[in-house]
């Protein structure tokens, strides 16, 4: 069983930036393939970002590519996502994601182990 908890959320302005966090409970998760999602209050939950164990395969959604980068840190067990230049449009919760392979982590279905979530609200 992996824990993961997220953390960094907050309210700031259009244009800010932001840096979520999140860390898995165990060591043993360095070797899964981490991601971030996120819910919108009436929205379907939506992929945002997900990095293999390695770090060497990256994908990003459409809407958030070139603004934000997800990175990991494996001897830290955490998994970060640096959000710049934020607008309105990103205002969600934002859930940390843990899957066996990297193929699965970009779906909802997929996807092993869920956090909490943080909330980021974005102000215009």
């Known amino acids: 069983q992996v824990q993961l908890v997220e953390s960094g959320g907050g309210l700031v302005q259009s244009g800010d930036s932001l840096r979520l966090s999140c860390t898995a409970s165990?060591?043993?998760?360095?070797?899964?393939?981490m991601g971030w999602y996120r819910q919108a209050p009436g929205n379907e939950r939506e992929f945002v970002a997900t990095?293999?164990?390695?770090?060497?395969?990256?994908y990003y959604s459409d809407s958030v590519k070139g603004r934000f980068t997800i990175s990991r840190d494996n001897a830290e067990r955490s998994v970060y996502l640096q959000m710049n230049s934020v607008n309105p449009d990103d205002t969600a919760v934002y859930y940390c994601?843990?899957?066996?392979?990297?193929?699965?982590?970009?779906?909802?279905?997929?996807?092993?182990?869920w956090g909490q979530g943080t909330r980021v609200t974005v102000s215009s």
């Open positions: 990095i293999s164990w390695t770090g060497d395969t990256i």
């Open positions: 994601a843990a899957a066996a392979t990297t193929r699965g982590i970009r779906q909802v279905a997929g996807v092993d182990y």
């Open positions: 165990i060591l043993a998760a360095a070797t899964y393939a």
